[in-house]
């Protein structure tokens, strides 16, 4: 063997020499901090990320974007809920919706009725027998042995599907028992 074949032996036999040697970086860490966002140097610098929730829903432009999507949603959602499942005011009497106010008009008590038949069943036609009191005050101490005016007035129910009624009550309370009535239901109520 010559003396280059043992060199060459010898040196891929100690690996140690390599082990001594610093490795070579092309792309070195001090460079590439250089370059990168300030949240990322923050990072490596240790340094503690505070919790921000501005940032983190309006920190880009994607996170902006979906909030307002799911705000829209919501809305929509809301509105669609409001409208779908709106309770409609008023009661059933005979199969008809009915709903009942009083109002003032120039100082006159004006009970308004406001009859809607559903668009497919059976519901009542006919007479229909409204008996309105005033609701009258109690007074301190004792209870009023005064028997309450009442005012008695009639209305028939057509074969239409919305009915609107007008009494004119004689009273000038602002609050009444109301009671309607047909041939087979009662139903009564305050307003």
Known sequence: MTKEENESEEKQVRPDDDLDRDPVFYYSREHRLRRATPMVRELNEGKPLRPNLRKTIFGTKS???????VMIICAALFIMNSRLFRRDDGMLLGGNRVT???????????????????KSGEVYLGPVEIAVSPV??????SESTE?????????????????SFRV?????????Y??????????????
């Open 168 to 176: 004119t009550l004689p009273f000038e309370e602002k609050n009444f």
């Open 63 to 69: 996170n902006t974007m979906l909030f307002l999507l």
């Open 136 to 141: 009258l005050p109690r007074t301190a101490g």
């Open 100 to 118: 009942v106010a009083v109002r003032r008009e120039e100082g006159i008590a004006v009970m308004d009725l406001v009859k809607k038949a559903p």
């Open 178 to 191: 109301v009671i309607l009535r047909t041939n087979d239901e009662m139903k009564s109520f305050r307003l």
């Open 147 to 163: 028997t309450p005016p009442v005012f008695v007035h009639r209305i028939i129910f057509n074969p239409v599907d919305t009915e």
